[in-house]
């Protein structure tokens, strides 16, 4: 029995990450979700979010994602997401960056669920701003 | 025979497009391989949407609810077929094979009675396809003030063709793009966007296939996000496939440009020098003659 999981995050430009992880928590469309080794196979959609990648049991990678999707099956999850923001290895200028870009989205937003979205973006990335 | 002075003008002519070509030659090389590490990191993202689509859609197989990005609406009157091409010239026959391909498909869909449209990605492409098929045209993407093709611009074009499908403008969508299998060679090829094409997506790898997947939400919202995307994905996908693509072309064709240059100047400079040569003979000629006769 394997104790590790089969980690591949990956977007359409770039792979992001891939590796043995020993655990991973996704913002799942239903509710965050912890996918620990020997998980069901299981399918979901994600929402806006942070995927958080635990490596070892100090070592976390953190991820800011716009939703996405997530396959888990045997030991072998597969994520997979657009656009994504490293929280953890950032400089300030990137965050100082990419909240100012959000900010000017939300001015400009019409849609009130985009507003939404934005809004939980933008917490997100002040929250983990430091 | 040519002047002595005219000749040199070809050479020197010749010899100045030989820089051209051979500098361009350099610089497709050098984003040839930029644009090729862009298509291999892609491919994985596709695939991988392929395989979840592939395991979904195997569910909705022979279902009356399957959505119709997926199994199409029934119909195949009006087609729809996205031509990708690029935006500069000097790439070789790159911009012509595709167009060719598929303006094969056009007169056959228009000899069935179908109706056609098309969508054109690329300036060689309109100036290919507009004298023949300008009314077929609904939408043509500029992309030369792009400098790195990405996501933005293959989900520009995805949202178009989705919110057309939706008003029901067309019932079937193709895309043509020249597939990057090597330097040498770039195949033509097209895609079924709309119905999913099933069959293309199976690879090899059938292990995965008998695992009973939990889903959340269901399946038919999970398919109803995913297809959009796969969209978006397969025509990123092609947009970086072409690029490097036409590089590999642009490549191709200037190495020969290059080498009939060099070949060229060769023949021209046999010439000159067999020219002068006659000219020098002929003067000495002259000259002996002329002391003779006194």
Same mark, same amino acid.
């Given at each position: ?6 980690? =591949? ?12 992880? =020993? +655990?991973?928590? *996704? ?6 979700? &912890?996918?620990?080794? /020997? ?7 994600? @929402? ?17 994602? =716009? +939703? ?7 030991? /072998? ?5 657009? @656009?994504?923001? =490293? ?5 300030? &200028?990137?965050?100082?960056? *990419?909240?100012?870009? *959000? ?9 009130? @669920? ?9 917490? *997100? ?6 | ?11 020197? !002519?010749?010899?100045?497009? $030989? ?8 610089? #497709? ?17 596709? %695939? ?29 009157? !009006? ?55 300008? $009314? ?116 191709? #064709? ?11 100047? %060769? ?21 002996? !003659? ?5």
């Amino acid at each position: 029995m394997s104790s590790k999981l089969n980690f =591949d995050f990956v977007s359409p430009m770039s792979s992001i990450f891939s590796g043995e992880v =020993d +655990g991973i928590l *996704i913002p799942a469309k239903e509710g965050d979700a &912890e996918i620990l080794p /020997q998980h069901a196979p299981f399918m979901t959609a994600l @929402r806006i979010g942070v995927v958080e990648i635990k490596l070892t049991d100090s070592e976390n990678l953190k991820f800011l994602i =716009d +939703g996405g999707f997530a396959d888990i099956a045997l030991d /072998q999850v597969t994520l997979l997401a657009e @656009r994504s923001f =490293d929280l953890v290895k950032s400089s300030k &200028e990137d965050f100082d960056k *990419i909240i100012n870009d *959000i900010a000017k989205d939300i001015e400009k937003s019409e849609d009130d @669920r985009e507003k939404e979205d934005l809004l939980i973006k933008k917490e *997100i990335l002040e929250a983990n701003y430091s | 025979m040519a002047n002595l002075k005219e000749l040199r003008n070809r050479i020197s !002519s010749v010899s100045s497009t $030989q820089k051209i070509t051979k500098a361009m030659q350099m610089v #497709a090389a050098s984003k040839l391989r930029r644009a090729q590490e862009n298509v291999e990191t892609a491919r994985p993202y596709s %695939d991988k949407l392929g395989d979840i689509l592939k395991n979904l859609s195997a569910s909705f197989s022979g279902q009356d609810n399957a959505p119709e990005l997926l199994a199409g609406n029934g119909n195949d009157k !009006s087609h729809l077929l996205i031509i990708a091409t690029s935006e500069r010239g000097l790439c070789g026959g790159f911009n012509t094979s595709i167009v060719k391909l598929a303006k094969e498909h056009i007169l056959q869909l228009k000899e069935e009675g179908k109706e056609v449209k098309l969508i054109i990605i690329g300036k060689k492409g309109k100036e290919l396809l507009q004298r023949d098929f300008g $009314q077929e045209i609904i939408d043509i993407y500029d992309f030369s003030e792009v400098k790195d093709l990405g996501f933005i611009e293959a989900e520009k074009v995805a949202e178009n063709i989705l919110s057309l499908f939706e008003e029901g403008k067309f019932d079937i969508c193709r895309l043509y793009f020249a597939k990057f299998e090597s330097v040498l060679s770039q195949v033509p090829v097209c895609q079924k966007l709309i119905p999913f094409d099933i069959e293309s997506e199976v690879n090899e790898e059938k292990d995965i296939e008998n695992i009973c997947y939990e889903y959340e939400p269901d399946e038919e919202d999970i398919l109803k996000e995913l297809l959009p995307k796969n969209l978006s994905v397969q025509i990123l996908r092609a947009l970086l496939e072409n690029v490097a693509s036409e590089f590999g072309a642009r490549l191709t #064709a200037m190495d020969n440009a290059t080498r009939n240059a060099s070949d060229m100047i %060769d023949d021209l400079t046999i010439t000159y020098n067999r020219s002068r040569q006659a000219s020098i003979t002929s003067e000495l000629i002259e000259i002996i !003659s002329g002391a003779e006769a006194l």
